[in-house]
């Protein structure tokens, strides 16, 4: 649009196509007009109304380079690829359309609300698509909805509200989307088995609900999570596999967490944990895969920890801790570096391990992560120790604030301690523990508050309880001083920022703010070892890519993560656990120097490692599509859905409200992430393959699709092996994604759509901060970063990137995926 | 062990826990029916995909 408000008459004829293609309704979200032949033949009136959802989604789909909905046409839709039929529940003697599955269909467009249509609906599978917008408040009619999966699309705005409302619902898929904002607490209290909502942009404070749930498995990695793990976390009776990682939790574990009894996988690497590990870990009997690295846990080890009797991968590197029992040092897999331990080899600077335990000790009572109900009770007591860097102990307690760096404790006393009500009832006597020994009985800290660390001397300090036996939860030795009533002192703890960071070198600093994860140095070293270097780089920017044909991006694997905050560090890599990985460079400082730390490592690790998955496998590559290699010639498609543009008398499913101005969705974001983040393709991977064989998912695919014509080109699945991790894992997405609608034409190539001019041109501008990326190719780092000047390259556009490195944002256009190992299935 | 994890496998973005076409996640088995109705266990975890 020009800006002196004037249009051009190209530019009105554009506007004016758009505002016929689609009208929003009364909740602002968009449907299509659908004419329904009059001579079509339906075999119920439900099948009518899919027909009409469906012909909707077809003409609010701008890209579909494999033909998956080239065959929706007609009445039979039934037969339509993707679509399912089954009797339907109420009434056996009719059909009705029972599932969607769309999975990996690089699919580009939008949810009209017309899919509310779609009643008998159980499943709707769209992962791996270019999908964008939100979903559509109507799909509040979808009452059989059982398998919700939205993942790895562009998805955009708050938590869609209206999976609360869906009463069947049992297995949430959110992950690899661009959410943002807060998570509903609601969503903790709902009947729910799965909750996978990693790798969005989600940022707030997990409520104290959490415990509620009854999913057997959340995973919640890399979004902008911070402030408490609520000590009701060891409520969640039905928990098997957690997975925290990568976020910004920055409170102390809470001892409760001992009662999970069920739990094979415990992966909260990556965040801002501090304190030391409770003991009562001690009784998680089922843990397989506990992975804690790259936090700032300090404290010994318990011994019961290692003594788990399926415990196969122990990763606590990048940590402080300062005594490992030996009975560590027999685990199948583990990781123990860049700590300060004794004796052991790559562990931290003796000044940044000295740094460290001059900081003043940890009061875990004062992140107040207890189960709050009640206001603000008075209690601030805090009495005893002046502490320090405390300061004002306020006594506030306010619910929330806890968050950010303790420093100031707010909550006042004991910690939390009011609040926690459940569990840990006083102190000693009640023994929770579970089974394990020594265990963690007697609650710790007076305070109710988690016993974790109190007061986690420092560490090297003192000695505590070096013995093995912990026993008291977690919180050792000192048990007598500590508690001080209130919870003492209060403390902030930990951290501030300032403190650690030694300056000395390599290592990672951890600096203040960021986690130290990153960490910086560590690229490099470990990291060759492994052995899987496998990981293809893909390249891929996955996220972006507008144009639209090139199948490309969505699945590849390294895919950026989300988002591109800023202050998170960029953390990142994660992947890998091991240390080492490559990662972001912490926050500014882009100058990569890795120096190799210190030691570097040498270690070779054992092999699993880290856990992280697995990395075994194959990278799974993401399939490849091929491009477009299928089929048939796309039909024309105009956007009427049958050919023959049956006479008129359409009859209109809603009406259409056109309304006007609105330009496209409003997703957009504004400003596209700045995605400086790093790249790291694949990062790590360590790990050998460890243990577990991560991926589930998937298996072997059985049989066929139904009807198929096509292949859907990829078969991606991948997942076949498992190799968990991700590694790419974090990015974001380069560049911004095209906010929903607006996919300028870029070049368009096949792509029939008209090209709407995307109405606001405005987004996309470069994003605004270049990104750095690096790409460390697994094995020597290269670190190659790209520094941030300002002059991004990166054009949306174009497509070629260097098929490497891939930029961000360009698309990948095919990328072949090495290997391509994975049947795909079909 | 080559157990799998759904959790590890879903910081792969495309992923999926069932390759099955049009069945549910919960009824993975080879040879299970195909209908989107037609589940075969109740939590994912344990749901083995054969």
């Not at chain 1, 092996?721 to 997405?733: E, F, L, Q, V, W």
Request: charge should be neutral; proline fraction near 27%.
């Amino acid at each position: 649009l020009t800006f002196n408000g004037d249009l051009s008459d190209n530019e009105v004829r554009l506007i004016t196509q758009r505002q016929l293609l689609y009208f929003r309704d009364e909740f602002g979200d968009r449907g299509e007009n659908v004419d329904v032949d009059p001579s079509l033949v339906f075999e119920n009136p439900r099948l009518r109304n899919a027909y009409i959802a469906l012909q909707a989604w077809k003409q609010a789909i701008l890209s579909d380079p494999n033909n998956f909905t080239t065959n929706w046409i007609g009445s039979d839709v039934c037969s339509y690829t993707g679509v399912y039929c089954a009797p339907a529940l109420d009434n056996r003697r009719i059909r009705t359309v029972a599932g969607i599955d769309l999975n990996h269909a690089d699919i580009a467009g939008y949810l009209p609300q017309e899919l509310g249509l779609l009643t008998d609906l159980a499943l709707f599978h769209i992962n791996s698509n270019r999908f964008c917008g939100t979903v559509p408040h109507r799909f509040n009619r979808l009452k059989l909805l059982f398998e919700l999966d939205l993942s790895n699309n562009r998805f955009a705005g708050i938590f869609p509200t209206v999976v609360l409302q869906l009463p069947s619902l049992k297995f949430l898929d959110l992950r690899f989307n661009e959410f943002e904002g807060p998570v509903p607490r609601e969503l903790f209290s709902k009947d729910l088995d799965a909750i996978f909502i990693n790798h969005n942009r989600f940022r707030f404070e997990l409520p104290d609900n959490l415990g509620d749930s009854p999913v057997s498995v959340i995973v919640v990695a890399n979004n902008h999570f911070h402030g408490c793990i609520p000590t009701s976390l060891g409520d969640m009776r039905n928990l098997e596999e957690i997975i925290f990682m990568e976020n910004g939790f920055n409170s102390c574990l809470p001892s409760q967490i001992g009662r999970l009894k069920n739990v094979t996988v415990f992966d909260f690497s990556f965040n801002e944990l501090v304190g030391s590990l409770p003991a009562s870990i001690g009784g998680m009997v089922s843990m397989e895969q506990l992975n804690v690295a790259h936090n700032r846990f300090s404290g010994k080890i318990p011994a019961t920890i290692c003594q788990l009797p399926r415990l196969e991968n122990f990763t606590f590197s990048y940590n402080f801790f300062t005594g490992e029992p030996p009975v560590c040092l027999g685990l199948p897999g583990f990781d123990d570096r860049r700590n300060c331990l004794p004796a052991r080899p790559a562990q931290r600077s003796p000044g940044q391990c000295a740094a460290f335990s001059s900081l003043p000790p940890v009061d875990c009572g004062s992140f107040g992560c207890g189960r709050s109900t009640r206001p603000p009770v008075v209690v601030p007591s805090p009495p005893t120790t002046p502490s320090p860097g405390g300061s004002p102990p306020s006594p506030s307690i306010s619910p929330s604030p806890p968050i950010t760096v303790p420093s100031p404790p707010t909550t006042p006393s004991p910690g939390g301690s009011p609040p926690s009500p459940s569990i840990v009832p006083s102190p000693p006597s009640t023994t929770p523990s579970p089974g394990s020994p020594p265990t963690s009985p007697t609650t710790p800290t007076p305070g109710g508050s988690p016993p974790s660390s109190p007061t986690t001397p420092t560490p090297g300090g003192s000695p505590p309880s070096s013995p093995t036996t912990p026993t008291p939860g977690g919180s050792p030795p000192s048990s007598p001083t500590t508690p001080s009533p209130g919870g003492s002192p209060p403390s902030p703890s930990i951290s501030p920022s300032p403190p650690i960071t030694v300056p000395s070198p390599p290592s990672t600093p951890t600096s203040p703010g960021s986690p130290p994860s990153p960490s910086s140095p560590t690229p490099s070293s470990p990291i060759p070892s492994p052995p899987t270097p496998s990981t293809p780089p893909t390249p891929i920017s996955p996220g972006q890519n507008s144009p639209p044909i090139i199948p490309s991006p969505p699945f590849t694997g390294p895919s950026p993560p989300s988002s591109p905050s800023p202050p998170l560090p960029p953390v990142i890599p994660s992947p890998p656990i091991v240390g080492p990985t490559p990662s972001s460079p912490p926050p500014s400082t882009p100058t990569p120097v890795y120096s190799p730390p210190p030691p570097s490592t040498g270690y070779p690790p054992p092999p699993p490692f880290t856990g992280y998955s697995p990395p075994s496998p194959p990278p799974p590559p993401p399939p490849t599509f091929s491009p477009s290699p299928s089929i048939p010639p796309p039909p024309p498609q105009t956007y009427s859905p049958f050919p023959p543009p049956p006479p008129p008398p359409p009859q209109t499913y809603y009406p259409p409200q056109p309304s006007p101005s609105q330009p496209p969705q409003s997703p957009i974001y504004g400003t596209p992430p700045p995605s400086p983040i790093p790249y790291l393709p694949s990062p790590p991977q360590f790990a050998s393959p460890p243990p577990p064989a991560p991926y589930y998912y998937s298996s072997p695919q059985p049989p066929p699709p139904p009807h198929y014509s096509l292949p859907p080109p990829t078969p991606t699945y991948h997942y076949i092996s498992p190799p968990p991790p991700p590694t790419p894992i974090h990015s974001p997405p380069p560049q911004s994604h095209p906010p929903c609608i607006e996919y300028s034409p870029p070049p368009p190539p096949t792509v029939h759509y008209n090209p709407p001019p995307p109405p606001s041109p405005a987004h996309y501008s470069p994003p605004p901060s270049p990104p750095v990326y690096y790409y460390n190719s697994p094995p020597p780092p290269p670190a190659v970063h790209y520094s941030p000047p300002p002059p991004p390259v990166i054009h949306h556009s174009q497509p070629p990137p260097p098929p490497i490195y891939e930029g961000p944002l360009p698309p990948i256009p095919g990328i072949s995926y090495a290997s391509p190992p994975p049947p795909p299935f079909y | 062990a080559t157990r799998r994890y759904i959790s590890y496998g879903a910081l792969r973005r495309n992923t999926i826990p069932c390759s099955r076409r049009g069945a549910s996640y919960y009824n993975c088995r080879r040879g299970a029916q195909a209908n989107p109705y037609s589940r075969g266990c109740s939590a994912i975890t344990r749901c083995r995909r054969s």
